[in-house]
């Protein structure tokens, strides 16, 4: 097993502005695993809000395959298991190896995981913080590249700004994040009904993550479907969160990779929730990796790959409002 290791920074086409910040790019680490005659590869994505960097990754990584004492597939998934941090490293070795896997055994990395549906969800095109004419220029990008649903990024302060531009330019559905930023109970269920008037499908997030929201899902469904994020990271937050949250949203870089991701889907729909493949505006690398789960999902959010001007590769794709998954391939140009 030879593992190689390239860090690069992805520019966003358009600065990225949500609830606690702008972005005008992101680290990441491209790993690159070969065995057998095959190669494979993954994608660590370091938004700075998950306090992994560059070096946490690539010291990680190597420390890593020098512990590895087999040099099987198999043998690696063993080891990996055994992390329990650094999750985006992680995720990047693991949907390495699973690709590594499906090739060596001539089989889609959805037959290895036995899914069998074809029906790909709705992805959602991400439209952060932002004035009309910047607003119009993403949605005809978005239209342009095949969506047919948008996910409106809220801050508490310009919402009805964001909700009454969206809608005057477009009458595709749409759901909203609102990244922890309302502050109270009655902010959110009055936000809430009228988000509903104004037709939005979901709320994703809406308090912060230590909040209880102000009605329980036993208790009588919300008026709109609401999803958690931040309070969703890994496998063993989904059952605290089910009275509360309709749905999750499951995003490789949280909870370290497909192997994991795969495990939070069957426990949420063992208890009845909805489910949200997600990204952190990874390229093409990192939402290829997720797409393969996304006939298990709801909604499907990877729009990394077509919110960046630099994508060193190339893969799935939204093709009339819906996933398809393609192979990765890379664009020699890009990366060295
Ligand atoms: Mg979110």
Redesign the pocket.
Known sequence: MKLSLFPYQLEFRYPFRIAHGVRTHTDVVYVKLEHDGCTAWGEATLPPYLLETQQSVISFLTDFSKSVSGNSVDEWFDRLRKESENLSAKAALDMALWGLKAQLQNKSIEELLGIKSTLFPLATYTIGVCSLPEMKLKIDDAIGYGFEMFKIKLNGETDEDMINNFRNICEKPYAV?V?QGWKDASMFINKMEWLKEKGCVLI??PLPTDFLLPRSRVNGSYDLPVYA?ESCQRLGDIEKLRDNFDGV?IKLMKCGGITEAFQMIRKARELEMKVLI?CMSESSVGCSAASHLTPLADYADLDGPYLISNNPFEGMQVVNGRIQVRPVTKNSLNLQ
């Open positions: 994040d990244n994703e997030q994020d949203n997600g």
